[in-house]
Protein backbone atom coordinates (compact mmCIF):
# COMPACT_ATOMS: atom_id res chain seq x y z
CA UNK A 1 0.00 0.00 0.00
CA UNK A 2 1.42 3.47 -0.96
CA UNK A 3 0.81 6.75 1.07
CA UNK A 4 0.25 9.84 -1.22
CA UNK A 5 -0.56 13.18 -0.73
CA UNK A 6 -4.01 14.31 -0.70
CA UNK A 7 -5.42 16.89 -3.19
CA UNK A 8 -3.61 19.77 -1.51
CA UNK A 9 -0.72 18.15 -2.00
CA UNK A 10 -0.55 17.34 1.82
CA UNK A 11 0.16 14.30 3.38
CA UNK A 12 -1.40 12.58 6.29
CA UNK A 13 -0.93 14.20 9.38
CA UNK A 14 0.44 11.51 12.14
CA UNK A 15 -3.21 11.38 13.62
CA UNK A 16 -4.07 9.94 10.09
CA UNK A 17 -1.05 8.36 8.89
CA UNK A 18 -1.77 4.24 8.45
CA UNK A 19 -0.29 2.27 10.83
CA UNK A 20 -0.02 -1.93 11.39
CA UNK A 21 0.72 -4.05 14.13
CA UNK A 22 3.55 -6.30 13.07
CA UNK A 23 5.80 -8.39 14.42
CA UNK A 24 9.55 -7.59 14.45
CA UNK A 25 12.60 -9.69 15.45
CA UNK A 26 15.81 -8.89 15.87
CA UNK A 27 18.67 -10.78 13.61
CA UNK A 28 21.75 -9.73 14.76
CA UNK A 29 24.24 -11.92 16.56
CA UNK A 30 24.98 -11.01 20.29
CA UNK A 31 22.52 -9.00 20.61
CA UNK A 32 20.23 -9.41 23.86
CA UNK A 33 17.07 -9.02 22.20
CA UNK A 34 18.26 -11.76 19.67
CA UNK A 35 15.48 -13.85 17.74
CA UNK A 36 12.94 -12.53 20.47
CA UNK A 37 9.68 -11.16 18.71
CA UNK A 38 7.93 -8.40 19.74
CA UNK A 39 4.78 -6.95 18.41
CA UNK A 40 4.26 -3.66 17.53
CA UNK A 41 2.19 -0.93 16.44
CA UNK A 42 4.01 0.74 13.56
CA UNK A 43 3.95 3.49 10.86
CA UNK A 44 3.84 2.75 7.60
CA UNK A 45 6.67 4.62 5.42
CA UNK A 46 5.84 6.35 2.63
CA UNK A 47 6.64 4.40 0.02
CA UNK A 48 4.31 1.52 1.78
CA UNK A 49 7.56 -0.41 3.56
CA UNK A 50 7.74 -1.11 7.21
CA UNK A 51 11.53 -0.49 8.28
CA UNK A 52 12.18 -0.84 12.12
CA UNK A 53 15.67 -0.20 14.21
CA UNK A 54 16.45 -2.78 17.55
CA UNK A 55 15.94 -0.63 20.44
CA UNK A 56 18.90 -2.86 21.69
CA UNK A 57 21.64 -3.01 19.49
CA UNK A 58 20.10 0.20 16.69
CA UNK A 59 20.62 -2.21 13.44
CA UNK A 60 18.01 -1.97 11.34
CA UNK A 61 15.37 -4.69 11.71
CA UNK A 62 14.96 -6.98 8.21
CA UNK A 63 12.81 -9.63 10.49
CA UNK A 64 9.76 -7.69 10.23
CA UNK A 65 6.47 -9.57 9.62
CA UNK A 66 2.87 -7.61 9.68
CA UNK A 67 0.22 -9.00 11.17
CA UNK A 68 -2.63 -6.63 10.14
CA UNK A 69 -3.45 -2.81 9.11
CA UNK A 70 -3.97 -0.88 6.58
ZN1 LIG B 1 19.06 -6.17 18.32
Known sequence: MQITQDVNGDWP??????TVE????????????EGITFRETMYRNADG???AHC???NTPNDDIVEVSGA
Open 13 to 18: TLDEWP
Open 49 to 51: VLR
Open 55 to 57: GRC
Open 22 to 33: ADVTCRSPGCPV
